[in-house]
């Protein structure tokens, strides 16, 4: 269990994977509390939200095809997640290579998960990067 | 109305819109010397003040800016060219913009933009003009379409349901107005000879994927070149279409749908002949690298 995961924002559309990201997030720390978001503009608007109620996010997990005109990319690169600097996971079904080529140097600090998921992958990912 | 020599009153009023750039402005190029004709030619704001260093403006030919998506806009250009011209007897709505994306990754607000682009802002105007034309008991509608308003293809889903919308609207007009004198026709393009012919964006979501090969990456690699290959071979420059315009302008041809290029006849051909149950089939095995679509997430049959 890692206790300091208090506050997680998932950030997909997919919401067949709700039941999966929330039962890994069980798995991993009793005490977090989970937001979702659909879109890339929601997930910023809950980000400002809780950042003027003093809270701020540990972990955001985010896909890169999003609804919405923007990109999971696009979030990764705001200013607010940029200057909160929450531990981040990018879950995409894009091919690992050419994000490595393409993406791995500005995005040097996030896990890549790529689809389709499972609870072990996302655990594992998870418990490496924040504990 | 202010006063005008007899000389231009007589002429028909042409009025064209997105004349900024591809087809709007090979028509503007070619009727800005048509001393038979007053002609009004608008794009938006960006692009008027290219078009006022290439035109010369003179008592038969304007340039205005007109945003098709401001209702307002469209109604002062219309009130505007009545109150100098004193008619409308041509409208040819030509502003579009092209997205390309599989709809997966459109977006409403994308899709939204591209409907009112294409075809809620040319009713709009059609609105605007329908009054003149029928106290006149004369006029001429001329939409511009495209071979995505008579099918569909993939990366083209958007843009092909803005087409047939405008092409649906275009066909109940055709009945509606007859009675009134005023023709409607929608011009049909395929295929143009012309690098900056289409206004084509690429939504985001299609860069990513094509950039990182994520799901449907295998579409925007294959369809992109294909099409660009088949714009090269097209045997029509926009100046032969344009030309064309002029033509169905002077003819007023009663049919409502006219293709202006080879393709549009022969796409249109076979939709008519092929069966729709092979149809789809049919062209799923024509498009290249079809095969291939869906990469690692193909489902195996």
């Known amino acids: 269990m890692i206790t300091k995961l208090k506050k997680v924002l998932i950030v997909e559309d997919d919401l067949s994977q709700k039941q999966l990201w929330n039962f890994v997030i069980s798995r991993v720390s009793e005490s977090a509390e989970v937001d979702w978001a659909v879109s890339s503009e929601q997930a910023l608007t809950m980000i400002k939200k809780n950042k003027s109620l003093g809270k701020l996010y540990d972990l955001l997990i985010v896909d890169l095809f999003l609804a919405g005109s923007e990109t999971g990319l696009d979030l990764l690169k705001s200013e607010e997640v940029v200057s909160a600097g929450p531990k981040t996971i990018l879950v995409s079904a894009i091919d690992q290579k050419n994000f490595e080529d393409q993406l791995r140097q500005e995005l040097a600090h996030i896990k890549l998960i790529i689809k389709p998921l499972n609870i072990i992958k996302c655990e594992n990912t998870i418990v490496e990067l924040v504990s | 109305m202010k006063l005008m020599s007899d000389q231009q009153m007589n002429k028909p009023v042409i009025v064209i819109t997105g004349c900024g750039s591809g087809l709007g402005y090979e028509l503007a190029k070619a009727l800005s010397n048509r001393e038979d004709y007053r002609v009004l030619i608008t794009a938006r704001a960006h692009k008027v003040e290219k078009l ?55 977006d409403s607000e994308a899709e939204l933009l591209q409907l009112r682009t294409n075809y809620l802002g040319p009713m709009s105007l059609v609105r605007a003009v329908l009054p003149i034309m029928r106290e006149q008991r004369s006029g001429q509608i001329i939409n511009i379409s495209s071979v995505s308003g008579i099918l569909a293809m993939p990366t083209m889903g958007s843009y092909s349901a803005s087409k047939h919308a405008l092409e649906g609207a275009s066909e109940a007009l055709w009945y509606e107005e007859k009675p009134f004198g005023i023709r409607v026709n929608i011009v049909e393009l395929g295929f143009v000879n012309s690098e900056s012919f289409h206004n084509v964006v690429l939504s985001n979501k299609a860069k990513l994927s094509t950039l990182l090969k994520g799901p449907h990456s295998e579409y925007y690699l294959s369809m992109s070149p294909f099409i660009e290959k088949l714009m090269k071979l097209s045997v029509s420059p926009p100046q032969k279409i344009a030309s064309k315009i002029i033509d169905v302008i002077e003819k007023q041809p009663t049919a409502l749908r006219i293709a202006a290029t080879p ?31 869906g990469g690692r997430w193909r489902k195996s049959s």
């Open chain 2, 52 to 106: 006022r260093q290439n035109f010369t403006e003179n008592d038969r030919f304007k340039i205005r800016e007109l945003d098709i998506l401001n209702d307002q806009n469209i109604y002062n250009v219309v009130h505007d060219i009545c109150n100098e011209w004193g008619r409308v007897d041509v409208i040819v709505n030509n502003a579009a913009v092209c997205y390309r994306g599989v709809i997966e990754h459109m």
């Open chain 2, 263 to 293: 393709d549009v006849w022969l796409f249109d051909f076979i939709r008519r002949i092929v069966p729709s149950k092979i149809l789809n089939y049919l062209f799923w095995f024509m498009l290249p690298g079809s095969l291939s679509w």
